[in-house]
């Protein structure tokens, strides 16, 4: 299948890239048990911004973007920086960021996807792609900061958004509907579902065997 | 050298992969103090399933296998659902499990020593990639639940199994024994060695500077 | 810029992943509390030798050069056994391994510089992928120790040191001096700065959101 990129231009990729490193600082700011350093911050920035770019590009087998380009690396330190400097305002500004953050997953997800199938992945390893993509940073910097890795546990839908997103997005690019639309409709269905997730509350149920389930049981 | 590769039917790939992702989804099921989801349960099984083939794929620069294919992401995600669904029946199918595993350690062994002479890896890396490809998944196992690597620790031989089995299919290759048999010869040598390594409790000595030998110390 | 590979000869790239993967089994061999057995030394020990090498070439999208040679694993997994044996001795020679750890350093850095930018990667990220071989081991094995990553934290300066050699090299390679002469002054400047930083306890400050700078604060 030869299905064209969902072209972004470069500064909306680096916005999204710019809001993941904010992110990424504004949580390292939370750990103040531990002793981050300027550095630090740094690499998270970069992992949040730029690991879910980076995953996808290892799982296709192709240069990583930030490799291929001057600008990835400064945007990310820079606006991590920035975010460690300015936590008050950011912390205030928090809905927006959390809106700003829904449309990012969209955004690396719908990139993810399309770049997979233009380098002729499958649908269904397209869509794993685009939902790693959307996650991978936090992922990375789960594991960089020896935490539990967040979307394993109970709570909003952040992986089950982009996932949502990616299925439609390869669906519609079967359907052969033009790429700019399947892309902006992967963006607005993520960001949707992942917005609603967290004003209601919805979660994924927690692991149960079966013969745990409550209507399986006996008085 | 051009080897050819030890062909395993998809079928025989996805049956190891599903092993390996109910175990995985099993060993999520024991840790009841964390509160893992459907997609966690869902993630750990495609991290045990497929990320020996994953890691073997990046160690050689090529397309990952499950990235080439529909089948291998539902396979492994259906059999992590499947593992914690009926967790009870698969805990009492234990031995079973493990023999299956043993088989599965040496099959994942042998496809990776295989692929890895095919595309020009010379004979040692080609063994250390047949390793990774046997004990990797549960080596991104452990880092994403954010425990100790279980194989670097004192316990049952699981990786010298797949070292073992490995070196004896890089030497039969060397000798230009047909690939089935050196490839077959490794799956049995690999499964024996860690069957009987559980049977028997047989472990590694942990690490000891010279220092502390005991046929050192003086009264 | 089709800039020359800084050529290193074979045997100081295998002493400086020996150096490496002595450091990291003289590390694991501090970890008394945890059972590592002989494995896990050996795995730690290819892990901190080969892993900035590993991650420098997956950046770059090309075969790692352990996977390219008979040579890499078993200097690593040897050198780790005998830095595990030896201990002691390496213990009472530790101010010259911290010397030829920051030589190592710098050889790294200059390594993964020249063979990015030899591979069409452009300036900034060719000095990131620098500063990713120098220190990339060292992350990789507080990740499979399960150990928060050393250089995020306060300490003294093994990042910012691969960084700003790293840096000269780049810029001395633009201008178009001799990549041999380039690549040696990155080693030296390297070297000087982590050794000036071990013996005067240089540290980067603290994370710090700009509410919270003494200066700001009143009374």
Redesign the interface.
């Known amino acids: 299948m030869s299905t064209p990129l969902f072209v972004t231009p470069l500064w909306l990729d680096l916005t999204a890239v710019g809001i993941g490193a904010i992110q990424g600082a504004m949580f390292?700011?939370r750990m103040k048990d531990?002793?981050?350093?300027?550095?630090?911050?740094a690499?998270?920035g970069i992992v949040v911004g730029l690991g879910g770019g980076l995953l996808r590009?290892?799982?296709?087998?192709?240069?990583?973007a930030?490799?291929?380009?001057?600008?990835?690396?400064?945007v990310a330190t820079g606006a991590a920086l920035l975010g460690?400097?300015?936590?008050?305002l950011f912390s205030r500004l928090n809905p927006l960021i959390i809106g700003l953050d829904a449309v990012t997953i969209g955004l690396f997800g719908a990139i993810g996807v399309t770049k997979?199938l233009a380098y002729g992945?499958?649908?269904?390893?397209a869509a794993?792609?685009g939902i790693i993509s959307a996650v991978g940073g936090s992922?990375l910097r789960?594991?960089?900061?020896?935490?539990?890795?967040a979307?394993?546990?109970?709570?909003s839908l952040y992986?089950?958004a982009a996932g949502v997103g990616s299925a439609l997005l390869v669906i519609l690019a079967t359907l052969r509907v033009p790429i700019t639309i399947a892309g902006i409709s992967c963006v607005i269905l993520t960001a949707v579902i992942r917005l609603l997730s967290v004003r209601f509350g919805w979660?994924?149920?927690?692991?149960?065997?079966?013969?745990s389930w409550p209507r399986w049981r006996r008085g």
Chains 1, 2, 3 share one sequence.
Do not use: C, K, T
């Not at 930030?66 to 400064?74: E, H, R």
């Not at 460690?84 to 008050?88: D, E, H, K, V």
């Not at 789960?142 to 890795?149: E, G, H, K, R, S």
């Not at 979307?151 to 709570?155: C, I």
């Open positions: 390292a700011g531990r002793r981050i350093d300027l550095l630090g911050v690499l998270i590009d290892l799982l296709i087998n192709q240069l990583p930030a490799m291929a380009s001057n600008w990835y690396l400064p460690m400097a300015l936590q008050r997979a992945v499958p649908e269904v390893p794993f792609v992922i789960d594991m960089m900061l020896n935490l539990p890795i979307l394993m546990h109970v709570g992986a089950v979660s994924l149920p927690e692991q149960r065997a079966i013969g």
